[in-house]
C-alpha cells in the first residue's frame, strides 16, 4: 500500500476508535447523573481512565519504537472492544470501581491508539510544502469532529437502547475495523532502526519537555470544566434533557474539529509560514480571558454565556491544540518518532486527569464560576511555558 493509503488505514482506525471513545464518554456521564453519583463520584469513574493514559503514552511510545505502530494500534482496538464489552453486564454490577478498571483499559486503549495514529504520520508525510502540518491537523482536527459525533451517538444511544446494548453496538463496529487492520496495517510502520532502552523513554529534549509542560496546563483548562461540570451544569442548572446535552456538546465538538482541520489557512500557512512557538505562546494568552470573561458574566446570563463562551473557547482551543500538535510531531526525531510523541502525549494524559478531578470536585464545592477561573489560570500558565522553548533550535523558533 502507498503512504496515503495506509495514511487512510490508519485514519480510519483513528475515526473508529474516536466515535467509541466520544460516546462512551457521554454515555457514562450521563447514565451515571441519572444513577443518582455526585460530579465527584462521577469524575472519580474517569480517575483510571486518566491514569493509565499517563503510563501508556510513556511505555506505549517505547513499544511503539521496538514493535511497530502497527502493533500498538491495533492492541489499542482490541482493549477498546473488551472495555466496551465489560460495561454490558446487569446495572447491579457496574459499580464505581468496577467501572473505573473498564475504564482503564478505555484510556490504556485510547493512548495506544492516539499514540500510534500522531507518530505513523512522521513516518508517512514529509514536512515540505507543509504536507506534514496539513496532515496533522487533518487527522487531529477530523479525530476531534468524530468525537463530537460520539458524544451525540452516545446520548442518542442511551435514549433509544440503552447502556448495555450501546456498548454491544460499538464493540460489534470496533471489532470489524480491528479486524480490517490487522491484515492491511504496514507492520514496518514506525519501527526505530535503533532499538531504544527503557530508560531513554523520558525525553532529554530542552523543547520537547517545555512544549510538554504547556500541554499539561492546556489540556487540563479545558477538562477543569468541561468534562464534568459543563454536562452536569447544563442538566441539573439549565434543566437541559440528556438527548439536547449530547447533541450540543457534539456540535461544539465537531465545530473544534473543523476548525482544527482549516488551522494552516488560519494560523498563516498559505503565507509559507508553519507555526512557530510564539504562534502558540500568542494564541494561548489569547485564550485566557475567555473562560475569566465567563466567569465574571455567568451569574447574568448563564445560558448566553455558556453557548457563545464555550463557542469563542472552542475556536481558540482548537487553534492552540493543533499548532500543538503540529509542534511536536515536528520536533520529534524521525527515528522511533512513538517515543518522543509518547512522552509529550503523557503530559496531556496528566493535564486531563488533574483537570478531570478538579472538574468533579471544584463544581460540587465551588460552582462553575470557580471551574472556570481555575481554567483561566491554566492557560495563562500554558502561554508563559512555551516562553521557555529554546530559540536556537531549529524548527520551532519565536516568531509569530
Request: charged content about 10%.
Given at each position: 500500500?502507498s ?5 487512510g ?10 466515535i ?9 456521564v450521563?447514565?451515571?447523573w ?14 483510571f481512565?486518566?491514569f493509565?493514559?499517563i ?8 513499544l511503539g519504537?521496538?514493535?511497530?505502530l502497527?502493533v500498538t494500534?491495533?492492541i489499542?482496538?482490541a ?7 465489560m ?7 457496574l ?7 473498564a ?16 507518530s505513523a ?13 496539513r ?13 463530537g ?8 444511544l442511551l435514549a433509544w ?6 456498548m454491544?453496538?460499538?464493540?460489534g ?6 479486524l480490517v487492520?490487522?491484515l492491511?496495517?504496514?507492520g514496518?510502520l514506525?519501527?526505530?532502526k535503533?532499538?531504544?532502552?527503557f530508560n ?14 504547556a500541554r499539561f ?8 470544566w ?10 441539573s ?8 446535552v449530547?447533541?450540543?456538546?457534539a456540535?461544539?465538538?465537531i465545530?473544534y474539529g473543523?476548525?482544527?482541520a482549516?488551522?494552516p489557512?488560519?494560523t498563516?500557512w ?7 512557538a510564539?504562534?502558540?505562546?500568542f494564541?494561548?494568552l489569547?485564550l485566557a480571558?475567555?473562560p475569566?470573561l ?7 446570563a ?5 453557548v457563545?463562551?464555550l463557542l ?18 515536528s520536533?520529534a526525531s ?5 517515543k518522543?510523541?509518547g ?9 486531563r ?8 470536585y471544584?463544581?460540587?464545592?465551588a460552582?462553575?464560576e ?6 483561566a489560570?491554566?492557560?495563562?500558565i500554558?502561554?508563559?511555558v512555551v516562553?521557555?522553548?529554546d ?6 523558533n519565536?516568531s509569530?
Open positions: 500500500m503512504p496515503l493509503q495506509q495514511y488505514l490508519v485514519t480510519g482506525n483513528y475515526w473508529a476508535f474516536t467509541t471513545d466520544g460516546a462512551l464518554r457521554m454515555l457514562v450521563l447514565y451515571f441519572q444513577l443518582g453519583y455526585s460530579p465527584l463520584e462521577i469524575a472519580l469513574l474517569f480517575l481512565y486518566e493509565f493514559g503510563v501508556t503514552n510513556l511505555v506505549g511510545g517505547w519504537a521496538r514493535w511497530g502497527n494500534m491495533n489499542g482496538l482493549l477498546q472492544v473488551g472495555a466496551l464489552l460495561l454490558t453486564v446487569p446495572a447491579e454490577w459499580g464505581v470501581v468496577y467501572v473505573m478498571v475504564q482503564a483499559l478505555s484510556g490504556i486503549a485510547k493512548d495506544l491508539n492516539k499514540m500510534s495514529a500522531k504520520i512522521k513516518n508517512l508525510a514529509s514536512d515540505q510544502s507543509g504536507q506534514l502540518y496532515w496533522v491537523t487533518l487527522l487531529t482536527g477530523s479525530k476531534n469532529a468524530l468525537k459525533v460520539g458524544f451525540f451517538v452516545g446520548a442518542l437502547v440503552g447502556f448495555a446494548a450501546a454491544w453496538i460499538m464493540a463496529v470496533l471489532t470489524v475495523f480491528l487492520s490487522m492491511l496495517l504496514d514496518r514506525g519501527k526505530a535503533h532499538k531504544p532502552k531513554e523513554m523520558f525525553s532529554k529534549n530542552p523543547q520537547l519537555n517545555w512544549l510538554s509542560g496546563f492546556l489540556f487540563g483548562a479545558r477538562d477543569v468541561f468534562v464534568v461540570a459543563l454536562p452536569v451544569f447544563l442538566v442548572v439549565l434543566e437541559w434533557d440528556h438527548t439536547y449530547g447533541a450540543y456538546l456540535l461544539w465538538v465545530g473543523i476548525v482544527q482549516l488551522s489557512k488560519l498563516g498559505k503565507s509559507g509560514k508553519n507555526p512557530s510564539g504562534t502558540a505562546r494564541l494561548a489569547s480571558g475567555v475569566l465567563m466567569a465574571l458574566l455567568l451569574d447574568w448563564p445560558q448566553t454565556v455558556i457563545v463562551g469563542i473557547f472552542g475556536v481558540l482551543f482548537a487553534l492552540n491544540s493543533a499548532v500543538h500538535s503540529y509542534l511536536i510531531v520536533i524521525h527515528d522511533g518518532t512513538s518522543d510523541v512522552f509529550y502525549y503523557m503530559a496531556n494524559a496528566a493535564g486527569l488533574v483537570g478531570t478531578l478538579l472538574s468533579g471544584v463544581y460540587q464545592v460552582g462553575m470557580a471551574c472556570l477561573a481555575i481554567s489560570v491554566f492557560v495563562l500554558a502561554g508563559l516562553i521557555k522553548m530559540v536556537n533550535k531549529p524548527g520551532v519565536q509569530a
